[in-house]
Each structure stands twice: as structure tokens, then as C-alpha cells.
């Protein structure tokens, strides 16, 4: 299942994450981890969840590409193809 | 009411989630309970068939309180015919002195149970039986009370109400009460050993190379791991003490501390921690870490920890000098991990690594028996193969 | 002017306003004239209205019963006084086979306009001839009317509908009861005689009372409210005929009944009530009826006795904690 890519639907999958974040003050090139508080299990459900969403395969060596809003929608519209 | 924490003195029921009637396992999640720490799912040790619940949603009783009531032979089947018991018969040989007349059969009335008029209207138009409560009116007999109350358990058992998540307030003022204590009473000692983690990250990384993003393992996998196989090699630091006396416990179930977005903190166990493979481990903690957070766990999580772990990731400080939680005797914590200048053959490299460090009991342990927990630690974390 | 009045006071002011507002009314009864009446409810109507108005009789109930009868056949409002209903079974036959049955079995050529003031009830240590309440027993006759004023509007304006009631009306007035005082509602000016009232309205059980047992109803009511338990009090008022509705919306809203009398239970008035409610509310029931009721025996001389022999206010509590919370 393919979804467009992009900030809203990074933002969506966020907000399972982290809910009581505000994601309209969240800029592009914010560190995830910092903004959002994430932990490490945080970042990997993340991780996780847009692999499922997108069908798109991270290899580990390439978490540090999604760890700000616009590195991730890059990412993925690059490797979405 | 069971006690899900060493400082919970009340819990308030909030559902319910079998009725009168229903078979139970050992295992099954019975209710929900409201406490300080959030919602939390009540397991029942027993077997049998729901008798009675006793308390209502909403009711906060005592730990220790009588929540519900599970029989053995559950509902009495109506208008049972029991067979005749025959009289023996007197041998032939001996003369009869009295023939005993065969008893009659004995049928259990059907009207035994005693429901007033109001109540079987009601519980007709509400679709239950009545005849499997138990009666609070004049004479015992089933009322309307009784009937609706069996109907608002099963509608509450049907439909449950969404959980309340937990409340920070609540939760604070528990972990300020259960803190407090361990100051207080537990003489603390600490213990800390920087561990060389090159060898496992590099493992990791070969291993989650080889598997799809949602199977991949967390370093802190394989800390916990360590850190359960390490006690099973110091068995002292493994269990609770109490009334002066240290009590070894029966497996190894870790309490991984969990923090909660918005502030609060939850170590529910991991039951043999020991005992399960990596990725056992690693879907463990995505789950309690989910349930955590959104009030699911269960109450034999809660009270059964006989040590707890805290990691502080990725992110964070060197080292975390924790407090124990009562009435266990031992805190393992595991620091960032993080680069740091290793000496290697005199000389200096950087390494990734990491510093754990124990808060251990004196009143169950000494220092000598820290150091052989931690040196455990680092050796099994050196062979992460045989993690 | 002040609204604080005594039963009796009520009674009286009921008898003068009749005396006052027709010519054709006049009293008759033992001692009412001269003496002001054996428990003083007429006492200064002889002297106000003179004796063809309030007239002395012999000692002769069934005599002075059947002039009455008489008297009203022939188009008087009389108002017979009979000192107690112990002294009635003397004019028993006048009441249930000529007052009652006249206007039936004279196909309403007569009409028996009677009204017969009754004085009832235990307590003022009179014994077992002195102390009945065979008021149960008269809200058996078909073609009587009968009614229980307990409460001080009731007491002054039940006479003036009873009056307007072509046929016969016994009043019967509880002797416990006269030397009760209070405010009086200044915006009542008539009452009916047809319905029963929810003196005071609850939700856990319905206690039925009437007379003396109402006052005492009430104050179980107190006691029962401390204790959490919502009684609502019924106030039967008339005797014969029955207000059924009344009693069976209560009972279906509480699902709980004490009926209370003075009278002995076996027989008694509030069987009759319980057996209406078993038949038309048996659906609405969560719990047995109960009746609260005098004890079977001949009423006894001593103080402690009597007192044992009647229903009290802490019998009706039980009666009615026994009904919502079970032991």
C-alpha cells in the first residue's frame, strides 16, 4: 500500500507515536528525536510503521536519513521510486 | 483487590470483563482496576465458574478486598432427577428383619430459587437469566437491583469503556510514595563498570542487516539479556527482602522501566527474562512499552518483578544511579551508549560503549557480590552470539 | 388569625359550620349537649344553637340511630354522634341492614342522607370492650361511605362533603388523635372524599396507613429516612370505597409495600388492601407485602401492654427496613 509521501503523512504516523504533540510548529528540518522526545523503541516503531505503510525496506544504516521531516519524506520519495 | 505495586493501598474497579456464569483459566484477564499507575488488567489464578461479582464499576475498595467470587460447580442446573438410590438389598441367606422401602427420587424443585415478580420482568426484558444470580432481597430472593446489576456488568463487559489514561498527577505522587520509601529504608549502595560494546553492536548490526525493519532488535535487547543471565550466576541480587529476610525468587523476571510520555514511570516484568531468545525479548518490549503507555498492563506484570532494569538509551546521560524499587534488592541501570576513548593494547581507540551500574541493597548483598553481577554483565556482552 | 388549631377544634369548627349553613342539619348523641361531649368536641354548640339543634339522646344506640335514619329518609341532614365504635354494635343492625340497604331496596324512593361521627381506636388505656377499630369491618357493607380524617384539613372539611353525600357516611375519628395540634392550611377550604394522598412522597416502599397509624407512619418515615431508606406515606383517608389507583402507582414506582392498621390483622382492612395489591400490582412487586398491625388479643388494661398490643412507629420501621435491605 502506497500512500503519497509526504510531511502530513509522516506527521500522521508521528502522532501515533507521540499524541499529544502539536505537528503545525514541527519544522522540516527539526531533529524527530529532540522535537518529539523519542526514545530508541520510539524511533524503530516509527521506523516500523512507515515501512508498513509505504512497503519500503530501511536498512538500519539508513535511520540518520529520517530523522527530520523533510530528510524522511526525501528518503522515501527517493526510494518509493 | 490484589496489590499491583509495594505502595498501592486501594484500587477503584473500572470493568468488568467476565459476568456471573462465565468459565475462567488460569490467566484469563478477569477486570480492569484504575490505580495510580494507570489501568491495569487483573489476571485471575484460578479455575472455575464466575459465581458472584461483588464489587461494582466504579467501587475503589482496599487492596485485599473481596472483588468477586469464582465457584467450583458454578450454576446449579435446573430440575436435576437424581436417580433413586436402591436399598441394598439384604443377602438372601439372613431372614429380613425390616424391608427399607426404596428411597423416592428426589427432584430438586424447580422453583427453589426465589425471584420476585418485578425482577423476572426485568430480567426478561433485559435478557438475562435470573436464575444464575444470587439474591439480595427479602428471603434471598433475586430483586430488580440484582437483575440490573447483572445487566450493567454484562453491558460494561460488552462495551468497555474507553481507558483512562493514566493520570501524571497519580502517578507522581506514587512514585514520589514508592522513591521515598527505598530512601528511606533500603541502604543503597552503587557499583559502576564501563563495558566495551563493539563486538555486540557489531553483531546487532549484522543481525538486523539480515532482517525486515520490524524484526530488527534494540541494543537494549541485549542488555536485558545480559543483565538476566548475569543473575543467574549471582542469584543474590535476584529477589525481594522483607522483615529481614532475603527471599531468592522463583525465576528471573525483570522489570523493565518503562518512561510514559507526559512524565511517569512503569517497570512491569518480563516473566523468565532469562529464559527467552532476542527477538522474544524485543516484541516483549514493544508490547509492554505500547501497553504502558496505553493502559493495558496486567497485574502479574506489576507484582512480579524480582529486579528491575532501566536503560537510558541512546539519548541521555553516562551513567543512571538509580533507586531501588521495594522490595527488591537490586537496580541495574545501563547508561548511554556513546563512543568513548577505550585503552586497547596501550593504545587508544575509540569504542562504542557503555557504563552499568548497580544499586544494590546492603542489607542483601555487599559490594563483592555487585562487582560479580557487573563483570557477569561484561562478559556475556562480549559473546552477544549467545545472547 | 392564627392557623394553629387542635383536631378537636377542627371537628368542632366542621360541626358549627354544618349548624350554621343548613337549618335541616342537627346533631344527636350521647352526652354531646349538655356535657359538650365525651371527648369535648361539641362543647359550646348547646349553648349556641340550643336543643332542637344539638340534641341529647338516651342511652340507646340503635334507638337513636334509627331516628337518625328516620330523620334523614325524611329529608333532615342529621349528624349522629356515637361515642365510640364499641358502642356502635348496639346499632349494627340499624347501620348495615337499614341504613345501607334503604335507598338500594327502596329502588331510590329514599335516600338515607346520614352522617355518623365515630370516635375509634386504642390507646387511652380503656381495655378490651373500650379500645376497637372495627372501621375495617364497615368498609366491608356495600352502600356505606366510610372515611379515616387523620390530618387537621381533613378533620375540618371532610364534614361538609360528607353532608353532600346522599347517602349514609361514617366518619370515624381516632381518640389519639384529638389533642393533636398544628397549623392548619388556611388555602384548603374543601376537601374530596374520594381519593387516598401521598402525605409524604419516597421511593423506596409505600407504607399505607390511615388514622393514628398515618401519624405514626410519618414518623417511621423520619426514622427510616435517617437510616437512607425513602419511605412515601399513603394516607388512605376514605375507607370505603378503596382509592385503588392511588395505591397501586405508588406500589409500582417502589415495588415495596407495608400496609399499617390498627385493627387485628387476621380480616382486617389491610388484607384487603394487600390482596388488591397482590392482584392488580403482583407484576410491580420486589419483595412480600407485610402488614403492620394491632395484636391478636383482647386489649389489655396496662399501660405497657396496650402500648405492646398496637402497632408503633418502630414496628412499621422494621416492617419497612426488612422490605429494602433484608438481613
Known amino acids: ?81 | 483487590m490484589p496489590a499491583l505495586g509495594a505502595d498501592m493501598e486501594a484500587g477503584t474497579l473500572v470493568e468488568w470483563l467476565v459476568k456471573p456464569g462465565d468459565r475462567v483459566k488460569r490467566g484469563d484477564i478477569v477486570a480492569v482496576v484504575e490505580t495510580q499507575k494507570g489501568a491495569i488488567e487483573i489476571e485471575i489464578f484460578n479455575e472455575g465458574i464466575v459465581s458472584e461479582l461483588v464489587v461494582p464499576i466504579g467501587a475503589k475498595v482496599p487492596v485485599g478486598s473481596l472483588i468477586a467470587r469464582i465457584g467450583d460447580t458454578g450454576v446449579a442446573p435446573p430440575a436435576v432427577l437424581q436417580a433413586a438410590k436402591p436399598a441394598p438389598s439384604a443377602p438372601i441367606s439372613s431372614p429380613p428383619k425390616r424391608i427399607v422401602p426404596p428411597q423416592p427420587a428426589v427432584i430438586a424443585p424447580v422453583g427453589a430459587m426465589k425471584i420476585s415478580p418485578a425482577a423476572r420482568r426485568r430480567a426478561a426484558e433485559l435478557h438475562i437469566d435470573a436464575t444464575t444470580l444470587r439474591g439480595t432481597g427479602v428471603d434471598g430472593a433475586v430483586t430488580v437491583a440484582d437483575v440490573e446489576a447483572a445487566a450493567a456488568a454484562v453491558a460494561i463487559a460488552a462495551a468497555p469503556s474507553p481507558r483512562k489514561a493514566f493520570d501524571p498527577a497519580e502517578m507522581r505522587k506514587a512514585i514520589a510514595a514508592a522513591m521515598g520509601r527505598s530512601k528511606r529504608e533500603i541502604p543503597h549502595y552503587y557499583l559502576t563498570h564501563p563495558i566495551d560494546l563493539s563486538l555486540a553492536l557489531s553483531w546487532l548490526e549484522r543481525f538486523n542487516a539480515a532482517q525486515p525493519v520490524s524484526s530488527r532488535l534494540l541494543p537494549a535487547v541485549l542488555l536485558l539479556k545480559a543483565a538476566a543471565l548475569a543473575l543467574r550466576e549471582v542469584p543474590q541480587l535476584n529477589g525481594t527482602y522483607a522483615d529481614g529476610v532475603f527471599q531468592a525468587g522463583a525465576g528471573i523476571h525483570v522489570g523493565w522501566a518503562i518512561s510514559l510520555r507526559g512524565g511517569g514511570l512503569v517497570a512491569p516484568a518480563i516473566l523468565d527474562t532469562d529464559q527467552r531468545s532476542l527477538p522474544e525479548l524485543m516484541s516483549q518490549m514493544r508490547d509492554l512499552v505500547q501497553r504502558a503507555r496505553a493502559g493495558g498492563l496486567r497485574s502479574s506484570e506489576l507484582a512480579s518483578p524480582t529486579v528491575t532494569v532501566t536503560s537510558l538509551g541512546d539519548r541521555g546521560a553516562e551513567t543512571v544511579m538509580g533507586i531501588i524499587y521495594p522490595p527488591q534488592v537490586a537496580l541495574i541501570g545501563f547508561g548511554m551508549i556513546g563512543a568513548r576513548p577505550w585503552v586497547v593494547e596501550n593504545r587508544v581507540e575509540p569504542r562504542p560503549a557503555v557504563t552499568v551500574s548497580l544499586a544494590a541493597d546492603h542489607r542483601a548483598s555487599d559490594g563483592h557480590i555487585g562487582a560479580l553481577l557487573l563483570s557477569a554483565i561484561e562478559r556475556l556482552l562480549q559473546e552477544p552470539e549467545k545472547l | 388569625m392564627s392557623t394553629l388549631i387542635t383536631y378537636r377544634e377542627a371537628c368542632r369548627q366542621a360541626l358549627r359550620d354544618a349548624l350554621l349553613s343548613d337549618p335541616k342539619t342537627f346533631l344527636m348523641g350521647e352526652d354531646i349537649g349538655r356535657y359538650g361531649g365525651c371527648y369535648a368536641v361539641t362543647k359550646g354548640l348547646f349553648d349556641e344553637f340550643g336543643e332542637e339543634r344539638v340534641r341529647d339522646t338516651p342511652l340507646s344506640e340503635s334507638a337513636y340511630v334509627g331516628a337518625g335514619i328516620g330523620a334523614a329518609m325524611v329529608g333532615m341532614r342529621p349528624i349522629v354522634e356515637i361515642m365510640t365504635v364499641n358502642f356502635s354494635l348496639l346499632a349494627l343492625d340499624q347501620i348495615v341492614n337499614n341504613a345501607a340497604t334503604i335507598p338500594h331496596m327502596s329502588g331510590g324512593q329514599f335516600a338515607v342522607p346520614l352522617v355518623i361521627r365515630i370516635s375509634t381506636g386504642g390507646g387511652r388505656r380503656v381495655a378490651a370492650q373500650h379500645s376497637h377499630s372495627l372501621e375495617g369491618w364497615y368498609a366491608h357493607i356495600p352502600g356505606l361511605r366510610i372515611l379515616a380524617p387523620a390530618v387537621l384539613e381533613d378533620a375540618r372539611y371532610m364534614l361538609a362533603a360528607a353532608l353532600k353525600d346522599p347517602n349514609p357516611v361514617l366518619i370515624f375519628e381516632h381518640v389519639m388523635l384529638y389533642n393533636n395540634e398544628g397549623e392548619i392550611d388556611p388555602q384548603v377550604t374543601s376537601v374530596d372524599i374520594e381519593h387516598a394522598k401521598v402525605r409524604r412522597a419516597g421511593t423506596d416502599v409505600s407504607v399505607i396507613a390511615y388514622g393514628n397509624g398515618l401519624i405514626k407512619a410519618l414518623a417511621a418515615a423520619e426514622a427510616l429516612a435517617a437510616e437512607g431508606i425513602s419511605a412515601e406515606i399513603i394516607d388512605l383517608r376514605v375507607l370505603r370505597p378503596l382509592d385503588t389507583p392511588t395505591l397501586l402507582a405508588s406500589v409500582a414506582k417502589t415495588r415495596r409495600c407495608v400496609i399499617v392498621d390498627e385493627g387485628w390483622k387476621s380480616g382486617s382492612l389491610a388484607a384487603e388492601i394487600g390482596m388488591r395489591i397482590a392482584e392488580e400490582a403482583f407484576f410491580d412487586l420486589d419483595a412480600p407485602l407485610r402488614r403492620v398491625c394491632g395484636r391478636e388479643v383482647p386489649m389489655p388494661y396496662a399501660a405497657h401492654l396496650e402500648d405492646a398490643a398496637l402497632p408503633q412507629p418502630a414496628d412499621i420501621v422494621a416492617a419497612a427496613r426488612d422490605l429494602v435491605r433484608p438481613a
Do not use: W
Open chain 1, 1 to 81: 500500500m502506497s500512500d503519497t509521501i509526504d510531511k502530513s503523512m509522516i506527521c500522521e504516523i508521528l502522532g501515533s507515536i507521540a499524541p499529544e504533540a502539536d505537528f503545525s510548529t514541527l519544522g522540516g528540518s527539526e531533529d524527530l528525536r529532540e522535537a518529539l522526545d523519542l526514545d530508541s523503541m520510539d524511533f524503530l516503531n516509527f521506523v516500523i510503521a512507515l515501512h508498513e505503510r509505504t512497503g519500503i525496506d530501511i536498512p538500519e544504516v539508513d535511520y540518520p536519513k529520517l530523522r527530520t521531516l523533510d530528510g524522511a519524506v526525501l528518503y522515501l520519495s527517493a526510494r518509493q521510486g
